[in-house]
């Protein structure tokens, strides 16, 4: 059995890490944060939780395939919600843009 080591568990990192775990290799994660997830794992301060990074997923169907390689369904872990608009962007100026689109 071929032994793989990934650096980060950021989304890239735990997507390499269950691909490689899907092929038969023997996998060690390493993190240098408390817990997985980079930029996509929340933050709490004070009581509060923040998301620091990404909060759009725009290709749910790379999280299906994922779960699909480990041998589960993301629907029995996860529900995704499709919101409207998917994300909003704007600048100074106060030029805003809608971003529309639907989750299977």
């Not at 990074?53 to 996860?78: C, K, M, N, Q, S």
């Not at 909003?88 to 971003?99: K, L, Q, S, Y």
């Amino acid at each position: 059995m071929t032994r793989t080591v990934v650096i980060g568990s950021g989304f890239g990192g735990l997507a390499a890490a269950v691909r490689m775990a899907a092929r038969g290799h023997r996998v060690t994660l390493i993190e240098k944060q408390a817990r997985a997830g980079g930029r996509a794992a929340p933050v709490e301060i004070g009581g509060f939780r923040f998301d620091g990074g990404p909060t759009v997923i725009t290709a749910p169907f790379l999280f299906e395939e994922l779960f699909e390689l480990a041998g589960r369904r993301l629907e029995d872990h996860v529900r995704l919600i499709a919101v409207d608009p998917f994300y909003r962007i704007f600048d100074a100026r106060g030029t805003v843009v809608r971003v529309q689109r639907q989750l299977r």
